[in-house]
């Protein structure tokens, strides 16, 4: 299906893709939305006015015309899929010639990425944040209370989540501010106030919900794939010293709910959906118990995505070092999939609307160079990372720039996501 449109073969945005994203254009005033195709953004918002996506399944609703995406996703898959064919469609090099034969709308409707800025695609109403890789879950279980209570007995029965801070969801680029907060850096003595220490990043998955359902309605898990709208990469950063002193009875609270941010364009359920492969057995025969019958899945539960995390310091920028690999992971390890956590979000009728935001929690692999936060990495900052400017790093610090990227890769071509990416700042004592 080749675009009219010139597309790398390694670039994360060809027409099997063609995510959402909202978007400031330097010559147009507010919010468009519009979708990535190659290195340029096409304004849906543009071609919506000159009546190209007159489609009886948008109901005249002019989803396009807001300025986010949450009009859209909420009319539901149908809309979705006639949307998604019509833009592939008016992109093709043999399909509509209206935007590819008119010089002049071709114009004003295709933008170069480099020339506007991304915006939060959508108001996110809540953000809930799962912990659905096995081995992270191992791994830090493993830190704080040995290998032989690493798991806790619910983990392996059902996805285990919290409810997060929808609030401080951030686009990418969006520069992060290290947190103050309560610590106890020793155990015999009081705890103390002041910049969190162990400043961490968590490499996720998040996926958006479009329709929503009614409260007391549960979504099946049979139904679940119709309400996600699509996916994000999603850094969960984390405050490990904060975390650690206020996190029992309740769970998380300052140390994470400071800032999440995700990257920019959402790659539909859709455009992903021949990259799903089997994951860990959840069956008794593989040693694991199955989940009851409202979480049992029947069609392949995890993504095939190939994921990355590069960290850059202030000292490797000032030395021209380019951004440094620390992590190789994969969207496969999840051993909970999304839909198994949207499914269990809501049995108990738990309404969803358009625009929540579940994160998949840590996606870490088997081996060290796969793991997916600095507490693993570093494992509790016992094995500090070398950095190729001859500096360690234990946790993030000042000055450090996360990079987060991933893709699924085609025969000839890859559906991925950019980037998601933050800078730490200095604390605001």
């Not at 330097?26 to 000159?50: C, F, K, Q, T, Y």
């Not at 830090?140 to 059902?158: D, I, Q």
């Not at 941010?261 to 359920?269: D, G, M």
Request: negative net charge; contains cysteine; charged residues 20%.
């Amino acid at each position: 299906m080749p675009s009219f449109i010139y597309v790398a073969a390694d670039s994360h945005f060809p027409i099997q893709n063609l995510p959402y994203g909202v978007f400031s254009r330097p010559d147009v005033h507010g919010p468009r939305i519009g979708v990535a195709i190659g290195n340029m953004a096409l304004d849906l918002a543009l071609i919506e006015e000159m009546g190209l996506l007159d489609l009886p399944e948008l109901k005249q609703t002019f989803p396009f015309k807001s300025a986010t995406l949450n009009a859209f996703m909420g009319l539901g898959q149908p809309a979705w899929r006639a949307v998604r064919k019509r833009i592939q469609d008016l992109l093709s090099n043999e399909g509509d010639a209206a935007l590819r034969e008119d010089l002049k709308l071709r114009e004003a409707a295709l933008i170069p990425q480099a020339d506007v800025r991304m915006l939060l695609p959508m108001e996110v109403g809540d953000y809930t944040d799962f912990y659905a890789s096995r081995q992270h879950a191992t791994n830090v279980g493993t830190m704080f209370r040995g290998p032989e209570n690493a798991l806790m007995p619910n983990w392996l029965h059902m996805p285990v989540g919290y409810h997060g801070r929808a609030s401080s969801v951030v686009v990418s680029g969006t520069d992060v501010v290290r947190p103050m907060g309560q610590t106890r850096p020793n155990d015999d003595e009081p705890p103390v106030f002041g910049p969190s220490r162990l400043l961490d990043f968590e490499l996720e998955l998040g996926a958006v919900v479009g329709k929503g359902n009614a409260l007391g309605e549960p979504i099946s898990i049979g139904n679940a794939h119709e309400h996600i709208f699509g996916f994000v990469l999603l850094n969960d950063w984390s405050a490990r010293d904060i975390q650690k002193w206020e996190y029992v009875p309740l769970g998380p609270f300052l140390g994470k709910n400071f800032a999440t941010s995700i990257s920019p364009w959402i790659v539909p359920y859709d455009a992903l959906a021949p990259f799903r492969v089997d994951g860990e057995p959840q069956s008794s025969d593989a040693g694991n118990p199955a989940p009851l019958p409202y979480l049992r899945q029947q069609e392949p539960r995890c993504l095939n995505l190939e994921l990355d995390v590069l960290l850059e310091t202030a000292q490797m920028r000032e030395q021209g070092i380019g951004p440094h690999q620390i992590s190789h992971s994969s969207a496969r390890y999840l051993y909970w999939s999304p839909e198994q956590q949207l499914a269990h979000h809501t049995v108990n009728g738990c309404n969803m609307r358009p625009g929540d935001l579940l994160g998949s929690g840590t996606i870490s692999g088997e081996t060290p160079d796969s793991y997916g936060s600095m507490l693993e990495l570093a494992w509790r900052g016992s094995k500090p990372l070398a950095m190729p400017s001859g500096e360690e790093r234990k946790f993030l610090q000042d000055g450090d720039r996360l990079i987060m990227t991933g893709y699924a890769q085609g025969d000839g071509y890859r559906v991925g996501f950019g980037e998601v990416e933050g800078k730490v700042l200095p604390a605001k004592c």
